[in-house]
Structure formats: structure tokens, C-alpha cells
């Protein structure tokens, strides 16, 4: 395994963007300390923030320290593995199309950002348009999973049109909006107006309160949804946290957008009555 310990002091963003397991697997350690990076608008050698130690050839790479301000970890990646111990910036694994990225701390904004394949699991909190399509794109996250065990921004799964994304805390406002197709599972309390403008794909809500759903949503029954359960068995496989209560469980189902194509799915637990 690749090792870099960030040891830099710097307010001014250091960006890792084609820092990949590919990459590195046939390079020595001076070529890799070589390697440039950004700095704000300077590139500038990847020793003067890492102390760089391991073996870069299994295709795995550990990222140690205070690393808020480090971003693009994991970006544009297509195979092995990238540990962080420790916080993260944004756009953890952006674009990324294959292998795994396991972040033991809070990530930034944009996590999985357009991504195409791969796993993301941040085991803290993230930020805001996690799997989401960057401005002016016609579609975000396309394959893979992304799971957070905390909780996250606004706009989670904005214009999804393929995969998986899973938040075991709460999110903010506009989950699911835009959303093309695929499916986001979320186990906590949602923002406001989940879903507007969703045209295919499902959200559901397995948390204790419903969140408030718009009037462009309209109920079609009760189920209880094999694929969900299949989700639930997939999502504990990966060490994700499932709680008791969400299978088996009735689930109130709603169609919608309406304002849109509204072939959407949205799944809400019913929670037993108190007392």
C-alpha cells in the first residue's frame, strides 16, 4: 500500500485531481514525490504536502491526516482502493468508474460527483449534491453506490440516472431533485420539496417522520417492496447500518412529479402508532 501523510499547513485548496491507483501502481516513490498537484493556481511537487512511504503496486492507496483541504481524492479513478483516515474535501471520487473509496471521517461537497461505476463509503458526514450532475450537465451519478453513514447536504442525488446512494442520518432540502432514474434510500429526516421535478427512479424515506411531500405527488398504495428488502440485505453486506424496523414494514407509495414526467417512485415507512 501507497502511503501519503498530508503534513502541510495551507488555507489556499490542494487539489490531488489524477492522484489515482492506475496511476501510481508502476511508479517509484521519487516519481510519485514528483508528481504535480495544485496549490490554488500553482502546481507544485506532491513532497512539498506528503511525505510519500509504501508500495504503490497492489493499486491501494492510504491518505493520512487533516485533509479538509484536499480535494478531487479518488477522481477519475477506475480500479483498487483509496483509504482516507481522516476529513476529506469535496469531490471525493468524482467521475471515478471503478474500485472502492472508504473515507473514516467527514467528506465536502460533490462526493461522487457524475460518477460511473465504483463504491464510495464515507463513514462520517458529507456536504451538499452528493452523486450530482455538475452545473450545465444533462446528468449525474450514472453506476455505482455511494453510502454515507451520517448525514448530508442539499440537492443529494441531484439529476441521478443510474446507481445507488444510501444516508443513514438526515439531508437537507431537494433530495432527489431532477432525478432521471436510480435510487436513494434515506433513513433519516428530509429537507424541504424531496424529489421535485423527478421524472423516473425511486426515494424512499425509511426514517420516523414522513417528510411533507408535494402536492404534484399522488398516492398509488401500500406495499411492502421486494427490491427494497433486497437493497437492505445488499446494504448490511457492506458494512452499512441498517436500522430495525425498516424490513419488514408497509410502505405508503406515491407517484410523481407530476410537474415532470412523473413516473417516479416515492416509498414512505409507516411507523406504528404511539401507545
Given at each position: 500500500m501507497l502511503t501519503l501523510q498530508y503534513n502541510a499547513s495551507t488555507l489556499v485548496p490542494v487539489e490531488?485531481?489524477?492522484?489515482?491507483?492506475?496511476?501510481?501502481r508502476n511508479m517509484s516513490l521519487p516519481d510519485i514525490e514528483r508528481f504535480e498537484i495544485f496549490n490554488g493556481n500553482h502546481k507544485l511537487p506532491l513532497a512539498e504536502f506528503f511525505t510519500v512511504t509504501g508500495d504503490p503496486s497492489d493499486a491501494r492507496i492510504q491518505f493520512e491526516g487533516e485533509l479538509q483541504g484536499v480535494h478531487w481524492i479518488g477522481a477519475q479513478m477506475t480500479e483498487g482502493e483509496v483509504q482516507v483516515r481522516?476529513?476529506?474535501g469535496r469531490h471525493v471520487g468524482s467521475e471515478m468508474t471503478g474500485g472502492t473509496?472508504?473515507?473514516h471521517?467527514?467528506?465536502?461537497?460533490?462526493?461522487g460527483g457524475e460518477m460511473h461505476g465504483g463504491l464510495i463509503h464515507i463513514h462520517g458526514n458529507a456536504g451538499h449534491l452528493i452523486g450530482a450532475a455538475y452545473r450545465g450537465s444533462a446528468k449525474g451519478m450514472t453506476d455505482g453506490t455511494i453510502l454515507i453513514d451520517g448525514s448530508a447536504g442539499n440537492e443529494v442525488g441531484h439529476t441521478l440516472r443510474r446507481g445507488l446512494?444510501?444516508?443513514?442520518g438526515s439531508c437537507g432540502d431537494f433530495v432527489g431533485f431532477s432525478m432521471l432514474a436510480g435510487t436513494v434510500l434515506l433513513f433519516g429526516d428530509s429537507g424541504i420539496r424531496p424529489a421535485a421535478g423527478m421524472r423516473?427512479?425511486?426515494?424512499?424515506?425509511?426514517g420516523d417522520k414522513p417528510?411533507?411531500?408535494l402536492g404534484t405527488f399522488f398516492r398509488s398504495g401500500v406495499s411492502q417492496p421486494l427490491f427494497l428488502s433486497l437493497y437492505l440485505q445488499q446494504l448490511r453486506q457492506l458494512g452499512f447500518e441498517v436500522p430495525a424496523g425498516c424490513w419488514p414494514a408497509n410502505y405508503r407509495m406515491f407517484r410523481g412529479?407530476?410537474?415532470a414526467l412523473g413516473r417516479g417512485e416515492l416509498l414512505i415507512r409507516e411507523t406504528p402508532a404511539a401507545g
Open positions: 490531488v485531481e489524477g492522484l489515482t491507483p492506475t496511476l501510481v481522516g476529513n476529506a473509496i472508504h473515507v471521517g467527514n467528506a465536502g461537497d460533490w462526493v446512494i444510501a444516508i443513514g423516473r427512479g425511486t426515494v424512499a424515506f425509511l417528510p411533507a411531500l412529479d407530476h410537474v
